[in-house]
T-cell receptor, first 113, second 110 residues
Framework: DSGVTQTPKHLITATGQRVTLRCSPR?????VYWYQQSLDQGLQFLIQ???????AKGNILERFSAQQFPDLHSELNLSSLELGDSALYFC????????????FGSGTRLTVV | QQPVQSPQAVILREGEDAVINCSSS?????VHWYRQKHGEAPVFLMI?????EQKGHDKISASFNEKKQQSSLYLTASQLSYSGTYFC???????????FGSGTRLLVRP
């Protein structure tokens, strides 16, 4: 157990639907990152939050949004889902903005049918 | 902006050494290295910071050439457990974005 909790582990939904992925960071970590990994592909950076504020944005689609709550958990919302959105979505957390390594959660596997 | 990793894949016999390279066209603040086994989450191995500070594991070493914006990960006396895909992630100054390379697949055979 890495200390980063992601739910649900698996999600199957239809095109056009909306889903919410949840992430609880490791205790004490203020930064949360979201990454998308398509089948046998690399890790694509989506967005980062630090202590409730958006800090950096990557190639995140307009149909996707995220937020970090006062208790530091984060949610990634994916709407108007398309087949191409099927992927493994990882959340990671790190320490107080310093140059620490990331701790990844086990991921949410999203399948859009 | 995505770092370039080489080689794309490597096959080793147990006990052999390997070097994985990561290069960027932009000036870097830090380089991270992670290992991901199939179906699992990436696991942090090493971070190299501008200025030479290094944090990581005892059995894995790495270097960061700031002039060339290149990093190399050294795996010595490889074990079967070293098999997986190795990703480097690079961060530029004040970007707060860790951008990963496409990965290097490493297979260690008995």
């Amino acid at each position: 157990d890495s200390g980063v909790t992601q739910t649900p582990k698996h999600l199957i939904t239809a095109t056009g639907q909306r889903v919410t992925l949840r992430c609880s960071p490791r205790s004490g970590d203020l930064s949360v990152y979201w990454y998308q990994q398509s089948l046998d592909q690399g890790l694509q950076f989506l967005i980062q939050y630090y202590n409730g504020e958006e800090r950096a944005k990557g190639n995140i689609l307009e149909r996707f949004s995220a937020q970090q709550f006062p208790d530091l958990h984060s949610e990634l919302n994916l709407s108007s889902l398309e087949l191409g959105d099927s992927a493994l979505y990882f959340c990671a957390s790190s320490g107080t903005g310093a140059r620490d390594g990331y701790t990844f959660g086990s991921g949410t596997r999203l399948t859009v049918v | 902006q995505q770092p370039v990793q080489s080689p794309q894949a490597v096959i080793l016999r147990e006990g052999e050494d390997a070097v994985i390279n990561c290069s960027s066209s932009k000036a870097l603040y830090s380089v991270h290295w992670y290992r991901q086994k199939h179906g699992e989450a990436p696991v942090f191995l090493m971070i190299l910071l501008k200025g030479g500070e290094q944090k990581g594991h005892d059995k894995i070493s790495a270097s960061f050439n700031e002039k060339k914006q290149q990093s190399s990960l050294y795996l010595t006396a490889s074990q079967l457990s070293y098999s997986g895909t190795y990703f480097c992630g690079t961060e530029m100054d004040s970007s707060y974005k860790l951008i990963f390379g496409s990965g290097t697949r490493l297979l260690v055979r008995p």
